[in-house]
């Protein structure tokens, strides 16, 4: 709710629909922090850093001039890649375990 009355106040508008998109670049900073979507820990440096990498990747689109249904798309592949990434860390973790 805060975040809201952020936006707001620096739109000088208020809208329903303003804020859709976050959810996704949220989503997408947490997975490419390293905290696993099945569960588990993260850090907040990490979740910075991966803040960071969405943040450079959604002004880079926007320089390039790419559509906003692409950047949903690039952004959905990304989270896809590191979640996948991730399994294959936690099955290489369990293999030398065993």
Do not use: C
């Amino acid at each position: 709710a805060l975040v809201g009355l952020i936006i707001s106040s620096e739109l000088v508008a208020a809208h329903p629909a303003t804020g859709e998109s976050y959810e996704m670049n949220a989503i997408a900073a947490t997975v490419l922090g390293g905290t696993s979507l099945a569960g588990g820990r993260g850090s907040i440096s990490t979740a910075i850093l991966g803040a960071f990498v969405i943040g450079v990747l959604n002004d880079g689109m926007v320089m390039v001039g790419v559509s906003s249904f692409w950047q949903t798309v690039i952004k959905g592949v990304v989270i896809v890649v590191a979640v996948i990434f991730d399994q294959l860390q936690a099955n290489s973790k369990k293999r030398q375990v065993a």
